[in-house]
């Protein structure tokens, strides 16, 4: 019976710990990308979307900026967090953020596609786990 | 004379290091804060703004969403990249990013104001240095 209840209580530390994990941000670094892609607002908008769909997110909102004499950034508001691109198409260069926090998400599928979509020949992924409360996992909130 | 030039080059390599540092992401985990504010999407869009201001940035964009039962998303749209906030009122918890990339930012202004607005009892700080081209730091763009 004690090791039964030591058990349960290794289970559901285990589950916690699974559940922390899910609040994910990755910060990725794209190099020697398609210049007229990184300059291309509403292709990189179109992008955005995808990504978040391949994520498994909801995009609630989406907005974007072309600056002079080039570049573009977007940005997509989740109902799981944000993912955001700000491209600098004279250095080929790109710095996307994909920031998850909920259950099923797959923002892997989404840094993936984005390296793909923007033919980066280089790509540095880091992929830094937030710290959320465990009870902010537990929550199911919808957007109004 | 060789030592001149060689002094030269160590200045341009220092000067360059410390460009390359200008592009910070600061990631922020602010915990015990006060429920209301976080709630307050008002509030929090007034924030965000002023937030932006003090790390000398220029908000292009601010959008924001309201959840069920509650919660909310503003993120704002920078000259100089962008600023997030994810609230999680029923665990007193809010998810912050701050990612600047320019020069004479002071991303680290914007933390601690937001750390002392939304009451927060405890944070955590991560200062994440994103590695773009050491070229994207001489090009001036202005927003069109």
């Known amino acids: ?12 530390f285990s589950h916690e710990q699974k559940l922390i994990h899910q609040s994910k941000h990755l910060l990725l670094e794209l ?69 998850t926090c909920g259950k099923n998400m797959k923002p892997e599928l989404a840094s993936q596609y984005l390296i793909e979509s923007l033919m980066a020949k280089e790509h540095s992924l880091r992929v830094i786990e937030r710290n959320p409360p465990s009870a902010v996992h537990k929550k199911i909130r919808t957007a109004i």
């Open 1 to 12: 019976m004690e090791f039964y209840k030591k058990s349960q209580i290794l289970n559901a």
């Open 31 to 99: 190099y020697r990308c398609d210049c007229n892609k990184l300059n291309d607002e509403s292709f990189l908008r179109c992008v955005l979307n995808r990504a978040a769909k391949l994520a498994n997110a909801t995009v609630l909102n989406l907005i974007s900026n072309k600056f002079k004499p080039q570049g573009v950034t977007a940005i997509a508001l989740l109902a799981e967090s944000h993912i955001s691109i700000h491209t600098w198409p004279e250095s080929s260069y790109s710095a996307v953020d994909i920031f």
